[in-house]
């Protein structure tokens, strides 16, 4: 049984940094790629960062550039998001995903099989 459990959401003030972890069992970590998406009330689930099966390849999309690092810890089956520079716009639901796909396909939801619960990121004006 696949599980992909989120932490590290929170409440944080404009500016400042979190650093979420996603924890995953039931798969063979290493030949997945993981991804990060987050949805807001009322809108779509969007593409946050993705990072490939080595680990040496990262994307993120434009809102978070410059702002967020995605890694990944093979020993530990887990995948992080570093978010600094936190703005109130960054607030939503983060969920971890992971998915036996093409990395250029890395944006899309429908590309990953496997989902976490989410974890909630609230930043304060």
């Known amino acids: 049984q696949v599980q992909l459990v989120e932490s590290g959401g929170g409440l944080v003030q404009a500016g400042g940094s979190l650093r979420l972890s996603c924890a995953a069992s039931?798969?063979?970590?290493?030949?997945?790629?993981m991804g990060w998406f987050r949805q807001a009330p009322g809108k779509e689930r969007e593409f946050v960062a993705a990072i490939n099966r080595h680990g040496d390849s990262p994307d993120y999309a434009d809102s978070v550039k410059g702002r967020s690092t995605i890694s990944r810890d093979s020993a530990k089956r887990t995948v992080y998001l570093q978010m600094n520079s936190l703005k109130p716009e960054d607030t939503g639901v983060y969920f971890c995903a992971a998915g036996g796909l093409n990395f250029g396909c890395a944006i899309a939801p429908a590309s990953y099989s496997y989902w976490g619960l989410g974890t909630q990121v609230t930043v304060s004006s």
């Open positions: 039931g798969l063979t970590f290493s030949t997945y790629v």
